[in-house]
């Protein structure tokens, strides 16, 4: 019987979450629980890693750590191998495609396919890591189209409204899970002293009125003139909203996480900087997509400055696309300015 005297004691480990989640869904197999829960223990190992990232690197060039002669692995190339190798032997998926890699990563044919295909980025800003700025893992999980078999491009190519569930994790003051299979967003913090995450934000909801906007200035430049205006919309000028705070850290995962909690909105717009990039940098399969179905769980909306993230098809792996992501209005004003001035 409970007892309310302790009900403070009540700890969620995001174990029982993901099991009490699946038994509200009477025809789910566990697949897609253990899939999540395998996602975390590779969270949990790069992010051990993560918080060695200066000392791996002093401590690999001492003869006594690499008595085998073995370089030290960079830290995007660890996470990546990481998460392949958790995943690649379980009969879960089907393929997987990561930000890494160039082609599709289809199952070893010595494994079980499963029917799930599985889309990261394993080390979100990480050209970040050097200075100590958090970084991220960003990823997202379809259900196959193909009938059986190896997965295909197919499988993977899909739009972001298809997802059936999808979660970061950041590497910061303390480690965080977020995840939603589109039963809301919830968030779960390492604690490291017992190696569990542990429900620390159930239910997330983006708040109004919002805080911040988080966008790279440094490009202004190159921007469009409905993108220049928005910005100006955004810093509060000529009426409408009252100037917002600046925050950027450029990792798309810590900036997206701090205005999910606080209120805001990020934009990486399409500009001229790169003739190459004429639509931004953000991939959107490993980055954009499965942020968007975060951001409209929690109340939000995600849009690439004229249609909605989710309804993309993508043509491509490393696809990339504008991307204004955050509290509703905000990312409609954004639509707005860019249709009338563009
Ligand atoms: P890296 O993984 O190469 O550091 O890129 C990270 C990222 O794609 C995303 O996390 C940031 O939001 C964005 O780049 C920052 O890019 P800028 O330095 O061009 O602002």
């Not at 401590?59 to 660890?78: A, P």
């Not at 980025?121 to 193909?146: A, C, E, K």
């Not at 940098?281 to 939000?300: C, N, T, V």
């Amino acid at each position: 019987m409970s007892n309310p005297t302790f009900d403070h004691l009540k700890i969620m480990t995001i174990e029982r979450h993901i099991l009490e989640e699946q038994q509200s869904h009477p025809g789910a197999t566990g697949v897609l629980t253990n899939l999540l829960y395998d996602i975390a223990l590779a969270g949990k190992v790069i992010s051990s890693k993560t918080t060695r990232a200066g000392l791996a690197e002093i401590l690999g060039r001492t003869e006594d750590i690499n008595v085998q002669g073995e370089e030290v692995m960079k830290l995007d190339r660890f996470a990546d191998l990481t998460i392949f190798r958790l995943n690649d032997h379980t009969g879960r998926l089907a393929a997987m495609a990561s930000e890494e890699q160039a082609a599709h990563l289809p199952i070893p044919d010595k494994y079980p396919k499963g029917k799930y295909v599985l889309v990261f980025d394993p080390l979100d800003g990480s050209s970040n890591v050097d200075y100590n700025v958090p970084v991220g893992t960003i990823f997202g999980i379809y259900q196959r189209v193909s009938p059986d078999g190896p997965g295909t491009l197919e499988d993977l190519l899909q739009p972001g409204k298809n997802l059936v569930a999808s979660g970061y994790l950041c590497y910061g003051s303390s480690t965080m899970l977020v995840y939603t299979t589109g039963n809301g967003v919830y968030g779960f913090t390492l604690d490291p002293t017992v190696g569990e995450f542990l429900l620390s934000h159930p239910y997330i909801r983006m708040p109004s009125p919002p805080k911040y906007f988080s966008v790279n200035l440094g490009y202004q430049t190159y921007w469009s003139a409905g993108v220049r205006h928005y910005t100006q919309y955004l810093q509060g000028e000529g009426g409408g909203v009252k100037g917002l705070s600046l925050r950027y850290i450029g990792t798309l995962v810590s900036d997206f996480h701090r205005n999910l909690l606080a209120g805001g909105v990020f934009y990486y717009p399409a500009d001229t900087k790169d003739p190459k990039k004429p639509t931004g940098k953000l991939r959107l399969l490993y980055e954009a997509a499965p942020l968007a179905f975060i951001a409209e769980q929690a109340g939000g909306y995600a849009s690439d400055g004229r249609q909605r993230i989710l309804d993309i098809q993508p043509k491509s792996l490393h696809q990339r696309t504008p991307l204004y992501i955050g509290n509703r209005n905000l990312v409609e004003k954004a639509e707005e300015l860019i249709r009338e001035h563009d």
